[in-house]
């Protein structure tokens, strides 16, 4: 099935050990999204791709870096995990602007967790 | 600055009876679109119904409605018929034309009683 693809799903760090969270949609958009959810809460913002090329922060930039590889694949690093950021990432993609009604296609999520 | 304001943290409706699950937005643009997504106990985020901000008539999908009233920037998701299978954390987003930001409320958490 066409979508967003997200690895790994579950994900257990040490606080300060680094890692990268892949994703990929395979539905030729040009934007694409990092958002994190905490337990009862709405996605914060984390970081953004408008294009391939392109990356802007989010909500809550820091402690993460990310990678537009290409078009298909957008990247998530955390350098050195802390426990704060203990959470459920998602990633998402979505058309470009211009009128777009377009919604955005969620990725299942990666649960991570900080020791 | 972009808002969006999701009022009800938790709401039980009964099985049959129809929901509405309330939405402010607060923007100074003209040209935007709302979206609804619905969260399920699994994890996942399902998109569910949209309404532009030009659109003269409310969006519809089946057992989703919308309910927009543009000049109180309200935007309230209507089920119908609701199901057991309905109970989800729902959340409104908002996105604007010219941009490729999504704003996201804070959720409302679903139950639906047998």
């Known amino acids: 099935n066409a979508g967003v693809t997200q690895t790994p799903k579950f994900q257990v760090l040490k606080t300060g050990q680094s890692m990268t969270l892949q994703c990929a949609q395979d539905m030729n958009h040009n934007s694409m999204y990092w958002y994190r959810q905490d337990p009862g809460m709405g996605l914060r913002l984390i970081y953004y791709s408008a294009s391939e090329g392109t990356t802007d922060k989010g909500e809550v930039p820091n402690g993460y870096n990310v990678s537009r590889l290409n078009k298909r694949e957008f990247s998530l690093r955390l350098e050195s995990a802390a426990p704060s950021q203990t959470s459920v990432y998602f990633c998402a993609s979505s058309e470009r602007q211009g009128g777009s009604n377009q919604p955005q296609h969620f990725g299942d999520g990666t649960r991570l967790s900080i020791l | ?114």
Do not use: H
Not at chain 2, 92 to 112: D, H, Q
């Open chain 2, 1 to 114: 600055a972009q808002k969006i304001t999701q009022t009800q943290p938790g709401m039980f409706v009964q099985e049959k009876e129809a929901v509405t699950l309330d939405c402010t937005y607060d923007t100074s643009d003209q040209s935007y679109g709302l979206f609804w997504y619905k969260q399920p106990s699994s994890g996942e985020m399902i998109f569910l119904i949209y309404q532009g901000s030009y659109d003269e008539q409310n969006a519809t999908e089946g057992r989703y409605s919308l309910n927009f009233q543009k000049a109180r920037k309200s935007a309230n998701l209507v089920i119908s018929a609701s199901q057991l299978g309905d109970s989800a954390m729902y959340f409104c987003a908002m996105r604007l034309y010219n941009f490729n930001k999504f704003y996201f409320g804070s959720g409302t958490k679903l139950n639906v009683k047998p």
